[in-house]
């Protein structure tokens, strides 16, 4: 785990409830059960400070680090499609981009990574397809200098060519064997903690559950039902992301309040997991 995407995590599902901000001592804390060094969590800050999601603050206990506007905006955005409260409803339409692609191939591969996080698939190397339209792709594409066309489109041959496109843009079998993996793959992990484990290792293990499902915000465009094959994976793995981050959230956040009190020594805490 890469300390710049464990601190997008921290912040995301932990400390924009909380005000976004954190000093940079309970920072480290919240890293380490992950395995990430101190040195590897103040490098990872001050290029998000260069990068535009952190801004430093000084706070009573010390220096810290806030989100700040663009930061919030991407991580309620992530949080909306993690825990799925947003609209799944499709009006038949698709939103088609029509890119000038950047030269540089650093700088094509960062736009191709924003636009997939925002539910977009590739037809070819210039055209870029969703089933709704992106929140701020607008200003993404022009804070990113790149000159596009931006159509509205529907389908002539209704729902069936609009799977067609839909296979087109999205490996759709692909994206399916990763949700029975990480459905494998984290069930193993989460077996283990118990209403007996301590609160770190209940939060290390929510942590690593959500930095999982946290990668098919790149992958899966998180379709309507009625362009998703029948008996989707993604279906069973969202239900097993829910019933165990849910199981372990009262552990974890008994772990953050802790880490962010300056005053309280957390070696060692036990505590109990609702069953």
């Not at 995407?5 to 000093?23: E, I, K, T, V």
């Not at 019933?243 to 309040?257: C, K, N, Q, S, T």
Request: proline fraction near 6%.
């Amino acid at each position: 785990m890469q300390a710049r995407s464990a601190l997008f995590d921290l912040y995301g599902d932990h400390l924009r409830p909380r005000g976004g901000r954190a000093q940079v001592a309970a920072l480290v804390k919240l890293l380490a059960p992950l395995g990430i060094a101190p040195p590897a969590v103040r490098t990872a800050v001050s290029r998000m400070v260069r990068q535009g999601w952190l801004e430093p603050l000084r706070m009573v206990t010390g220096p810290g680090y806030a989100i700040t506007p663009k930061a919030a905006r991407r991580l309620d955005e992530a949080a909306t499609r993690i825990y799925r409260t947003g609209k799944t409803g499709w009006d038949g339409r698709f939103d088609l981009l029509v890119l000038a692609a950047p030269t540089a191939r650093r700088e094509r591969q960062r736009l191709a990574a924003n636009l997939s996080f925002l539910g977009y698939g590739t037809l070819d190397e210039c055209t870029w397809v969703a089933t709704r339209p992106g929140e701020g792709v607008d200003l993404l594409l022009d804070e990113a200098g790149v000159r596009y066309e931006r159509f509205t489109a529907a389908h002539a041959a209704g729902t069936p060519g609009a799977m067609g496109i839909v296979r087109r843009a999205w490996d759709l079998a692909e994206i399916g064997r990763a949700y029975e993996q990480f459905v494998t793959e984290q069930r193993a992990l989460l077996a283990g903690v118990t209403v007996r484990s301590p609160d770190e290792e209940a939060y290390a293990a929510r942590f690593r559950l959500v930095h999982a499902w946290r990668t098919f915000l790149f992958r899966d465009p998180q379709l309507p039902l009625a362009l998703l094959p029948e008996r989707w994976p993604g279906t069973a793995a969202g239900s097993f992301f829910d019933r165990h981050a849910a199981r372990l959230r009262p552990a974890a956040d008994r772990y953050v309040e802790a880490c962010l009190d300056a005053g309280n020594r957390i070696t060692g805490q036990k505590g109990h997991l609702t069953p």
